[in-house]
């Protein structure tokens, strides 16, 4: 998959096009598009789907090691848990993947 892909489907995530990100990821499962075939089920409120692909990212780019893509996934993963009101896990999952995405730079997600 080519990295420009990739990123038109993470702009078409922060447009609220779900369906559009899925489309330009389809049939790929490596790291990248397995986060955001993760966080496009997530706005389409499919959940447990959501939750799979975005523990199977985490394993996958924690492989190619892409410590800041997998904390991103990590990020996402807590906040599908606070949505669902787990709050226990949500607020160490949340505190850990703040504390990771801060250790690696990324301050725009660690809020």
């Not at 038109?8 to 330009?24: F, N, V």
Request: avoid cysteine.
């Amino acid at each position: 998959m080519r990295g420009s892909e990739i990123q038109e489907a993470a702009q078409a995530l922060d447009a609220g096009d779900a369906l559009r990100a899925l489309s330009l990821i389809e049939g790929r499962n490596d790291g990248h598009p397995l986060a955001i075939r993760g966080v496009a089920l997530a706005q389409l409120e499919e959940l447990g789907a959501a939750r799979q692909h975005l523990r199977r990212a985490m394993i996958e780019l924690g492989r190619m090691g892409a410590p800041l893509h997998r904390a991103r996934a990590a990020a996402a993963l807590a906040e599908i848990a606070a949505g669902e009101r787990e709050l226990s896990v949500a607020v160490t999952a949340l505190a850990e993947a703040a504390d990771e995405l801060e250790s690696l730079g990324d301050h725009a997600n660690t809020a």
